[in-house]
């Protein structure tokens, strides 16, 4: 299994997710299409289903393309264009021959959002510890706006998503790294996670598929709402809820 992230529009990601023995692959969130076509057809591969995160068209609009006539298109509700195989949480598929999926249900900045947990059956999926394409749940030291959900299913999101192994390696829908970070430093001044973010962030401009579940579970201020240096950032809070509306708010107005 290998995973190609392609950059789209100004600060997008698509992605080809690849089985290596059958040269099959599926398109995530493939808003430019031409741009996926040529990178799948420098990989050398096919092109064999379509997934999609959300329906937002940064996302989903390459699917009004209709380029691939006859491949399925999994997404969370039917405001995802051309959708032929509506998902929920904890369904499955399979991507090619040896591509295992599994559809992890985290509304909050779309109630449609899906996440996608891939891992390999392959005999060298050893090669690859598993990933997961979290659109605009989960970004590196961040998460989405609640454009329509609540804090509480935010922290209900990211909070599945923590259960994933630390190892599983994460797909993210933009390019918000330094931003994110900024933000994360001005609340948690201190982690030396976040040290090592940066440097991450200085070495490569484009920082997808370059960290994991555990680094955010060590630097993600959205995923830390119990530690003390975020709780006192926002003033305290009752429940996670509360401290991830705070936060939430406090990252909107944010101009550092």
């Not at 059956?121 to 329509?148: I, Q, W």
């Not at 401009?205 to 530690?227: A, C, H, V, Y």
């Amino acid at each position: 299994m290998k995973v190609l992230p392609v950059p789209v529009r100004d600060d997008n990601y698509a992605y080809l997710l690849i089985d290596d023995h059958s040269a099959k692959a599926a398109a995530v969130d493939p808003y430019d299409v031409p741009k996926v076509q040529a990178a799948a057809k420098n990989a050398g591969v096919d092109i064999v289903a379509g997934i999609t995160t959300h329906h937002h068209d940064d996302h989903s609009g390459g699917n009004r393309a209709k380029a691939f006539p006859g491949v399925p298109i999994y997404g969370g509700s039917d405001l995802v264009p051309a959708l032929t195989n509506l998902v929920k949480d904890k369904d499955e598929f399979t991507v090619g021959e040896s591509i295992h999926v599994r559809c992890m249900a985290t509304p909050c900045h779309t109630q449609d959002s899906i996440c996608y947990y891939v891992t390999s059956t392959s005999p060298s999926a050893a090669a690859h510890p598993g990933g997961v394409f979290t659109g605009d749940t989960l970004f590196l030291a961040g998460c989405g706006r609640f454009f329509e959900g609540t804090g509480a299913e935010m922290h209900a999101a990211l909070s599945y998503l923590g259960t994933l192994s630390p190892q599983t390696i994460v797909y993210n829908g933009h390019e918000y790294t330094a931003s994110s970070l900024a933000f994360a430093k001005s609340v948690d001044p201190d982690n030396a996670g976040l040290v090592r973010l940066e440097g991450i962030l200085r070495a490569n401009s484009n920082t997808t598929g370059l960290t994991t579940i555990g680094d955010e579970k060590e630097w993600n201020p959205f995923m830390r709402l119990q530690s003390e240096p975020i709780k006192k950032a926002v003033g305290g809070g009752a429940t996670d809820s509360e401290i991830m509306d705070k936060l939430r708010t406090r990252k909107n107005n944010f101009r550092g």
